[in-house]
């Protein structure tokens, strides 16, 4: 089994920044892709990025510019650093991992982007 503890979020002001942070643990096997998900009240689950195993990244388009992807390899960890807020980046941040087998999901962080 695999477990996703994330980190971070809260609260910002548009054009502020924030960062969420995820650690897997367990039996993880590899990392074939690990990134974020989000959910606005009412909408459906959105990709946002991802960080495969060879390093490569992709942001969405909606916040390409503005988001980046990292990880570190040595604590299995992936961390989102989110700039430019927008209110419509509102929304729970899910941490998503594929390990080649299948996919798990992180239990969801609040971001609220709000004057």
């Known amino acids: 089994q695999v477990q996703l503890v994330e980190s971070g979020g809260g609260l910002a002001q548009p054009g502020g920044s924030l960062s969420v942070s995820c650690a897997a643990s367990?039996?993880?096997?590899?990392?074939?892709?690990m990134g974020w998900y989000r959910q606005a009240p009412g909408k459906q689950r959105e990709w946002v990025a991802h960080?495969?195993?060879?390093?490569?990244?992709n942001v969405a388009n909606s916040v390409k510019g503005r988001f980046t992807i990292s990880r570190d390899n040595a604590k299995n960890t992936v961390t989102l650093r989110m700039n430019s807020l927008k209110s419509e980046d509102t929304a729970v941040y899910y941490c998503?991992?594929?390990?080649?087998?299948?996919?798990?999901w992180g239990q969801g962080t609040q971001v609220t982007v709000s004057s």
């Open positions: 998503h991992l594929y390990n080649g087998r299948r996919d798990y």
């Open positions: 367990g039996n993880i096997f590899t990392i074939r892709v």
């Open positions: 960080i495969s195993e060879s390093g490569s990244t």
